[in-house]
């Protein structure tokens, strides 16, 4: 049986006024799958390198002295924020305490020992390597440092500090850290004397 030719004229229109929309949905999918394909490959890349905004690191070691030639217990505490991938900002004390022999007239050392303690607070900047798992990192921090003695003589005078270590990521919140911190602390009656903190501790995000 043949159609009427009206009839198959408006069929006619019919498919081209569809292709058409077909067409677009099509394209429309397509692009649709093609954003998605991206956010997932910005995603995972992302991933990858991401590195934390904000971790609070508690270190223990020891502090190293050329001015008393002693080698004292030490903690630290230090808070940093990320600036770049690269550069980090960060506010830090830390407290030492032991004892150190007593000093007398014509540089005779005396059996006697006094308490000794040093704490600091410092501010400074840390340029990182931003990888997966090991990121070492060097830095600049300058701030003030307390030293005080049984015997009452106390003082507080500034310090800079120039501190080199390397990050292990264990997880994406939690790290090990080791680090090696060269002070240049002023003394009381001018000069300065050079102290190293040796810590090693756990970083974790927050």
């Known amino acids: ?3 009427p030719r009206p009839t198959l004229a408006l069929a006619a229109l019919a498919a081209l006024a569809l292709c058409p929309s077909l067409a677009e949905s099509q394209s429309t999918r397509d692009r649709d799958r ?3 394909r991206v956010r997932t490959v910005r995603l995972s890349f992302a991933r990858r390198d991401r590195v934390p905004e904000r971790e609070i690191t508690m270190s223990v070691g020891a502090l190293r002295s050329d001015d008393d030639d002693e080698t004292l217990p030490m903690a630290a505490l230090r808070t940093d924020w990320r600036l ?3 550069l980090r900002s960060e506010v830090g004390v830390s407290y030492a305490i032991g004892s150190t ?8 050392i005396s059996p006697e020992s006094r308490s000794l303690q040093i704490a600091s607070a410092t501010v ?3 340029a990182e390597l931003p990888a997966r798992y090991l990121r070492p990192y060097v830095g600049v921090a300058a701030g003030l440092v307390m030293r005080a003695e049984e015997d009452g003589a106390q003082y507080v005078r500034t310090t800079m500090a120039f501190p080199t270590g390397l990050r292990f990521a264990l997880s994406d919140r939690v790290s090990l850290r080791g680090e090696a911190r060269w002070r240049f602390d002023q003394r009381r009656v001018g000069g300065q004397v050079v ?6 501790g756990l970083s974790v995000v927050f």
Do not use: K, S
């Open 124 to 126: 400074g900047l840390r």
């Open 1 to 3: 049986m043949r159609l």
């Open 84 to 86: 770049r991938n690269w």
């Open 195 to 200: 102290r190293v903190e040796q810590t090693g």
């Open 101 to 108: 022999e007593r000093l007398e007239i014509a540089g005779v």
């Open 34 to 36: 093609e954003d998605r």
